[in-house]
């Protein structure tokens, strides 16, 4: 890797005093440290603005920006719009790569300095990340997410490639949508479940704060939105019928995507983007995922960025 290569860090969070410091350690543990690290405090009515004063103070490069409390836990286009305030106090052009960081993980120690390294290696990475796992019982669960995708709580970018996508939309299942924009253009976006690159998500996977069912619901809305199918929702939901909350989990999604549908709510309104999409999700059902990503570079000649 290229030591003069950059990279910033951006955490929205609010009320994560249970959980940040296990991640604050762990990057202050990273073998290559970030450039910067911009916090923005979300309204937080906790410990958490104790906690970041504490850390910001022994640290130059961490600024905390401080957002009023609008009196509940935002998700969705709510976490994209504190992103953002982190955005506006950076010049992005001063780095090579930006992440958008959660605060409820621990990461490896190498977690960052290898991203940045498998990107330099390939050219076509336009968005990246590790694996989530759970603790649970003294065992690492893993979330299970699919191999097309960068995981929306640390996605790390080539700055050049966030910037040609025009950033995250700040509508649901922002971090689905971005990835597919990647892959129109002829970029990768990915993740690699390896013991280097697997990091602890330490708030389960789609909890809500009304609970993990609510959370699920969410998540069939969001793939409605975004413009999948119900066939595919069908099998993704399947797909998950053995992870928790079992059988319950899965009819959740399925039914966050029917009551939508039923309800015919918006869609996200870039026909070709949901045309790319239904096109990508019947290959995947045809020939796998794999094969599929693989045929969607071949048609999409990368375009320059």
Not at 145 to 156: E, P, V
Not at 238 to 259: F, T
């Amino acid at each position: 890797m290229n030591s003069g290569q950059r990279y910033v860090l951006i955490s929205p969070c609010r009320n994560e005093a249970r959980y940040m410091r296990q991640t604050l350690d762990s990057v202050l543990a990273q073998s290559v440290l970030p450039a910067k690290w911009v916090i923005v405090d979300d309204g937080s009515t906790d410990d958490t603005p104790t906690i970041l004063k504490e850390y910001a103070q022994r640290y130059p490069w961490i600024e905390v920006i401080t957002r009023a409390d609008r009196g509940y836990r935002a998700v969705g286009p709510g976490v994209v719009d504190a992103f953002y305030s982190g955005y506006a106090a950076i010049d992005p052009a001063e780095y090579d790569f930006l992440c958008k960081l959660d605060l409820d993980l621990r990461l490896p120690p190498r977690y960052f300095e290898i991203l940045m390294h498998r990107m330099n290696e390939d050219r076509s990475i336009a968005t990246c990340s590790g694996k989530a796992y759970v603790e649970e019982g003294g065992r690492l669960i893993s979330e299970r997410h699919g191999d097309d995708t960068s995981l929306g709580m640390t996605k790390f970018y080539r700055t050049a490639c966030f910037r040609a996508i025009g950033g995250f939309v700040r509508e649901v299942m922002w971090d689905g949508i971005d990835c597919h924009q990647c892959r129109m253009r002829g970029w990768q976006a990915c993740s690699w479940d390896e013991p280097e690159l697997r990091f602890i998500h330490l708030r389960p996977m789609g909890s809500s704060q009304r609970g993990i069912l609510t959370g699920r619901m969410r998540h069939g809305y969001g793939q409605y939105f975004m413009g999948t199918g119900f066939l595919f929702m069908a099998a993704s939901a399947v797909s998950r019928i053995h992870q928790k909350p079992y059988v319950l989990g899965s009819l959740a999604m399925l039914w966050g995507w029917l009551s939508s549908a039923i309800q015919r709510k918006p869609r996200y309104q870039d026909v070709a983007f949901r045309a790319f999409l239904r096109r990508y999700h019947r290959r995947v059902l045809l020939v796998g995922k794999r094969k599929a990503v693989q045929e969607m570079r071949q048609l999409y000649e990368p375009l320059p960025y």
